[in-house]
């Protein structure tokens, strides 16, 4: 009888000596990390042969696509227009929101706010924390 089979046969694992069981133990984890490292290998194959070919469709351009064409100096003055009318519209939400006249209401600076939340979100967020206070 080989040791493996008596290192499985419950009723002859009891006269197995100290080394001999080490010796089991050992091969049985040899062969466990050996699989599993087996399936891992495998695994990280299909998906890289997976991103290959989804990376050479996408890659696929026609191959006379037009070159962008240059920004005319009408954008830029249009893009000054529509800062002066969000900063009216920010202007006027506040004087709603505080039921004053736009005249009494100054705006001296607007900060973008960068990130990837948005105000819906964080008051969202707010709320939820604020709901599982005790």
Do not use: H, Y
């Amino acid at each position: 009888m080989s040791l493996m089979e008596q290192f499985a046969n419950p009723s002859a694992f009891g006269s197995l000596t100290m080394g001999e069981r080490l010796a089991g133990a050992t091969v049985t984890m040899c062969m466990g990390l050996g699989i599993t490292f087996l399936i891992l290998i495998i695994l990280w194959a299909v998906i890289k042969i997976m991103s290959v070919t989804i990376g050479s469709a996408k890659k696929e351009k026609p191959a006379d696509a037009p070159a962008p064409a240059a920004v005319p100096a009408e954008a830029e003055q249009i893009d000054a227009t529509d800062d002066a009318e969000l900063v009216a519209v920010i202007a006027a939400a506040i004087a709603a929101s505080e039921n004053r006249f736009v005249s009494d209401i100054i705006v001296r600076k607007i900060t973008r706010v960068s990130g990837q939340t948005n105000a819906w979100n964080s008051a969202g967020l707010g709320e939820c924390i604020e709901s599982r206070r005790m």
